[in-house]
């Protein structure tokens, strides 16, 4: 009966052990065997030392299969000579009948002995472990999430910096108050989009540059909202953007038959209200791309009508657009954000004149 007890009180502690594994993966990210791992390795050297420091013994710990054993290998002999690594024949066959012929026996050991052991002499190298396997799971998370748009959860914001922390995954980060849309007010709790720009792994662990204000966090909306660009049938050529006021986009697509523009600001506009409403009514126009700088510059200033554009120079590219003066305070923009925008998102330095001539002549 007593044995019986022994064996229950074991096994409940291995199911206690593995429990404990499990719910370290759930919690913090780091997988059962890495674990599982690191446990075995330092059994496995505090075992040692009670047989001379001999290479005998050995240290299975199988999460899946919940199995927990530590053995030391010893050589059947006639006479022992090394009592840590030998044993006679009359003790090796009470163990084991089959290791007289084996040449061997395994000698099972007490995992609960040595995993004290463990807890006493190496748990600064055992949480040095973990940390380096927290740090890898941080970095593999946050790699995985390069250059990509992200759901994340406000934490706290810094009363000081204005900096965010969020909760992206298992992780947290930070979301600098220069990365954050102007006049955008934040709040404990908030679930956002933010655009991964870039990860490092650097010596204090894993660097994630976070933004709300990157052309990329549009382009990855768009995507999301909007089929035909996530299969390839629509191309985004290329994005301007004034976070928080306003951003251009240039599409375009293969195939003549289908309208880019028309896809991308959906019926109704539904598909570019779902955007403009995650970017806090952050105004975008839509343009079609063309190969003709003629055509691209005249679309890159919507929404003025534009009369005419002419080349001045092809590098570096200038050029003039004549618009009607009814249009040239819209063309130019507030401060001059509308042709400031078309420059960037096609690449040309655009001058401004009225189609009279009068101004600038």
Known sequence: MARTKKTAKKEIDNAEFFAALKAMEEERGIPQKFIADKFSEAITIAARKDYGGNDIVSCVIDPENQIFTVTARKTV??????????????????IDPA?????????????????????????????????????????????????????????????KTGNAILTIGHNDATLPKLEQVPDEVL?????????VVDVKDTEKGARIMLSRTHPGLVKRLFETEVPEIFDGTIEIKSISRQAGSRTKIAVWSPDPEIDAVGSCIGPKGTRVNKIVEELAGEKIDIVKYSENPVEFVSEALSPAKVASV?????????????VPEAQLSLAIGNKGQNVRLAAKLTGWKIDIHPESGFFGE
Not at 102 to 129: E, H, T, W, Y
Request: with cysteine; charged share 35%.
């Open 310 to 322: 002419e080349i001045l120079s092809e590098e570096p590219k200038v050029c003039k657009a004549s």
């Open 77 to 94: 002999v006639d006479e022992v000579e090394d009592f840590y690594t030998e044993i006679s024949r009359e003790d090796a066959a009470a």
């Open 187 to 195: 709040s404990e709790g908030d679930h956002i989009k933010v655009y």
């Open 99 to 159: 290791s007289i012929e084996n040449g061997f026996v395994d000698i099972k050991l007490d995992p609960s002995k040595f995993g004290r052991v463990v807890a006493q002499n190496s748990k600064n190298n055992f949480r040095q472990g973990v940390r380096e396997a927290e740090r890898g799971q941080t970095l593999a998370e946050f790699q995985s999430y390069n250059r990509e748009l992200v759901t994340a959860v406000v934490q706290k914001i810094d009363p």
